[in-house]
């Protein structure tokens, strides 16, 4: 089953460009970046200068901010067809859950007089049975 899925991910991957498209996303923040460099008032600044002025910095963040939404929503998106096509493409499956409350010992360690582990062994048991001969 996680083959199924990671393949089911690697094809939605593929079909909609995913690296290309964050790549594309990566290309316009760094020409962004760039510009902003470019700017007059941020042209004539050295490195160190640029990270200790305010105005740049807030402008650097805000830069980042707006690309990270497009990652965030790219993301989003590839999500929402993998859900879609999981539900179709993938077969419904049991799963087995039980919570035992008593073990049979405390948190001190002693014994205590119920046990619901082995009502949940058998169990779990007749689960796995049904699975082997094809009824669940």
């Known amino acids: ?36 460099n470019s700017r007059p008032e941020f042209a004539d600044l050295g490195l160190k200068e640029r990270k200790d002025d305010q105005s740049y910095a807030h402008a650097v963040k805000n830069i980042s901010e707006k690309f990270s939404v497009q990652v965030d929503d790219l993301r989003y998106h590839l999500a929402e067809i993998f859900q879609e096509r999981r539900s179709k493409d993938l077969p419904d499956y049991n799963i087995f859950m039980a919570i035992a409350e008593d073990i049979g010992y405390d948190a001190t360690g002693r014994e205590t007089k119920a ?9 779990l048991n007749r689960f796995i049975r049904a699975i082997e001969e094809g009824k669940e």
């Open 1 to 36: 089953m996680r083959d199924t899925k990671q393949t089911l991910k690697d094809s939605i991957r593929h079909q909609e460009k995913f690296e290309t498209r964050l790549n594309d996303i990566e290309k316009r923040r760094k020409h962004a970046i760039d510009e902003l």
């Open 115 to 123: 046990n619901e582990l082995e009502p949940i062994a058998k169990e």
